[in-house]
């Protein structure tokens, strides 16, 4: 009876949470897999889209930029271009902006259904297998590099090795068997990369009659498969959505002649116009709160205005709008001096069109080009990062700003921005530090249970930061477990997360913050609570306070609610810090960490109104304090399916409430 309880209890707080709408897609979603119905509806799909196939031909979407021009804005870092595409042409890909594997299509072959490999995972509950690492080399990411180099130097072997893999892929992988037809996310950037190199490599003598016929079938079915689950994507109400539309209307775009291309832009543009209204606030927040997702939506709506130009179209002021402050949001929280911003929630390496030599985690080729987009104008000065302006189309060439506006508009002035969907931020006004307070109002499910989370950055260093996400798929211990909020900068109590999780994905019982106070008079100051911990009868609340432009003074209270049934509470504090030297010295009512970064000292102070025991745990050993060793703390995760050792800082007490716990951060003085 429990069990029935439960679940009652579950269908009931998704509904309520998640809405009635998504959940309905997803039963539909869920019924047409169980019964057969969406393997009919893509057999279908499949034979329309081979019958229209025939005598197709390629409308070019861009000019690919000249040489000479590639080469004046990477410079030296042309070089580098060329010998990670050697690199490919013997078979060697980077992944997740990181890891190098071997190009090979053999993995994920079946000779099932792609809607019975997904029964087939369902009734394993997925297993263990992390599809993600088999996916990522079959979006063709790479393709991008090998383009680069094509423009920059035509050889024969990039445009050979471009087309050789698309044989390889479509024989190990005919249309709808496998894994790799499974995700239509992943269909539709396989698409969208196939497009971008055949517009660079159309002229190439490898560029055959023949395989220009293959490719632009393999195009249209691709295109056709995207339609078929519709459902999922209308469920997840994500970047799935908006991948999946941006791939429609890139078909639909390219191949002339084919009778389903008016449906598919058509299908295509609806959504996408539908999925910028719907998933970015008025703020400029996106909906999944990731720092990384939110990259991915800037990119697909750049490739997306280039369609809409090409139909004559352009789009609507409503849509420019958020797509203007969701530029603005992301380059708020962008360190200048490297391109860095915080690892806000789920990280899975997606970078989908990586049309920069700046490495993964520097956002301002992004940046830059949304910018020119979306606002008008750079944003930075010239750099490396002005190249993928010049692919989606919005160089202004010498007219490129030298000086950046950013810098010259903080500059002189101290700065508090609050974002009502996402985060507090504040910043000192010589620029040297900011912080960020995380305050979401969720309206789709949350991926982090990171309720007033502090990121701290110093000079271009994170020394407070998000662990990020790691691997969604892994064997215990590291399922996705850096979603919790015991890994981040905040409070938890008695062991409990502050809102109920229901497997890798979802979270219930959302909880609300609020912002109390804030003020940018003399010292900036905001207060912030939120009330996840209310079944146990607590509130927590956070005031963070910047003095003197280098010293953070962050202070907990955890307080009894007028309903709290036991005052006596677990309380445990975390701070996760970027790696370095460091050692302990014990103070009065807590201890003192002196943090060695960058041949300078930081002093990280903790102090509590009751008696506090400290653990210190580095790449998952405990090096101070009692315990045993905790094999997830101690790390960050930059990108996916990587760690990095960093260093947990972990501070509990066991006492009546209320309780105050203080945190104090300072930071170098100027020399």
């Known amino acids: 009876m429990s069990s029935l309880v439960e679940t009652a209890w579950l269908v009931f707080q998704a509904t309520k949470e998640l809405g009635i709408a998504r959940i309905g897609y997803y039963a539909l979603y869920t019924l047409g ?14 034979k329309k889209a081979l019958r229209g196939a025939g005598g197709l031909e390629f409308r070019p979407l861009f000019e690919p930029p000249v040489s000479s021009r590639l080469l004046s804005v990477l410079g030296d870092q042309a070089q580098c271009v060329l010998e990670e595409a050697g690199e490919i042409c013997h078979g060697r890909i980077r992944v997740f902006g990181h890891q190098v594997v071997r190009l090979e299509y053999d993995l994920g072959k079946s000779q099932d259904w792609f809607t ?80 971008f190199g055949y517009h660079v490599f159309a002229k190439a003598s490898a560029s055959t009659p023949q395989r220009k016929k293959r ?31 941006v791939g429609l209307m890139t078909a639909a775009s390219v191949l002339v002649g084919h009778p389903e291309c008016r449906s598919w832009w058509k299908r295509g543009s609806q959504w996408f116009l539908w999925g910028i209204r719907n998933q970015i606030a008025e ?46 949001w992301l380059v708020e929280c ?22 920069s030599q700046a490495p993964f985690q520097d956002y301002r080729p992004v940046l830059q080009a949304a910018h020119r987009a ?40 101290e700065r508090l921005s609050i974002r009502p969907h996402s985060w507090v931020m504040l910043r000192s006004s010589e620029k040297r530090t900011w912080a960020t ?36 798929t892994a064997p215990p211990p590291w399922s996705n477990v850096l979603a919790e909020a015991f890994y981040h900068n905040t409070v938890t109590v008695n062991g409990h997360n502050p809102m109920s999780r229901m497997g890798k994905f979802l979270w219930l019982s959302w909880p609300k913050t609020r912002l109390i106070f804030a003020s940018s008079e003399g010292a900036p100051r905001v207060e912030l609570e939120h009330d996840g911990y209310r079944g146990l009868g607590v509130v927590v609340k956070r005031c ?128």
């Not at 897999?33 to 499949?46: F, H, K, Q, T, W």
């Not at 992943?186 to 196939?194: C, D, G, N, P, Y």
């Not at 305050?439 to 994170?462: K, M, Q, V, Y």
């Open 33 to 46: 897999i169980r019964s057969g119905v969406v393997e009919r509806l893509s057999r279908r799909a499949l």
């Open 116 to 195: 019975r490999v997904e029964q087939e995972l369902r009734r394993d509950q997925g297993g263990e297998t992390d599809l993600k690492l088999v996916w990522e080399p079959a979006r063709f990411g790479w393709v991008y590099t090998l383009a680069r180099a094509y423009c920059i130097q035509p050889e024969e072997r990039f445009a050979e090795t471009f087309w050789e893999a698309i044989e390889a892929f479509l024989a190990h992988h005919p249309p709808y068997y496998g894994i790799h037809w499974l995700s239509a996310q992943e269909v539709a950037l396989r698409l969208i990369a196939w497009v």
């Open 215 to 245: 490719l632009f079938e393999a195009l249209a079915v691709h295109a056709a498969r995207i339609p078929c689950t519709l459902y999922y994507a209308l469920a997840q109400n994500n970047n799935h959505l908006l991948s999946e539309a």
């Open 283 to 328: 703020d400029g927040t996106y909906i999944q709160h990731s720092t990384n997702y939110h990259r991915l939506v800037l990119q697909l709506a750049l490739w997306a205005r280039m369609l809409f130009a090409k139909q004559g179209l352009s789009l609507p002021s409503d849509v420019s709008q958020r797509l203007l402050k969701a530029t603005e």
């Open 334 to 355: 962008c360190e200048v001096s490297n391109g860095c911003v915080p690892n806000l929630g789920p990280n899975d390496g997606a970078y989908i069109q990586p049309l």
């Open 374 to 413: 979306f606002v008008g104008g750079a944003v930075f000065g010239k750099g490396i990062w002005d190249e993928m302006s010049l692919w989606y189309g919005v160089w202004e060439g010498e007219k490129a700003n030298q000086q950046s506006p950013r810098e010259e508009e903080t500059s002189g002035k």
């Open 437 to 472: 307070v995380r305050c979401p109002r969720f309206s789709s499910r949350p991926t982090h249970a990171d309720l007033l989370h502090l990121d701290l950055w110093w000079e271009g260093i994170n020394l407070a930061c998000d662990a990020g996400s790691y691997r969604y």
């Open 544 to 671: 963070v306070t910047l003095r003197a432009n280098r010293i953070w003074h962050v202070q907990d209270r955890i307080e009894p609610a007028p309903l709290c049934k036991s005052r006596v509470h677990r309380i445990r504090l975390h701070w996760l810090i970027c790696p370095c030297n460091w050692q302990i010295v014990p103070e009065d009512r807590g201890y003192r960490l002196d943090l060695r970064v960058n041949s300078q000292t930081s002093y990280l102070r903790l102090r509590a109104s009751a008696q506090l025991s400290l653990q210190v745990v580095e790449a998952g050993k405990v090096v101070f304090g009692a315990g045993e060793n905790l094999c997830t703390f101690g790390f960050c995760s930059p990108s996916y399916n990587l760690l990095v050792p960093a260093l947990s800082v972990i501070a509990e007490m066991h006492e009546e409430l209320p309780v105050t716990l203080e945190t104090i951060w300072e930071l170098p003085e100027r020399p």
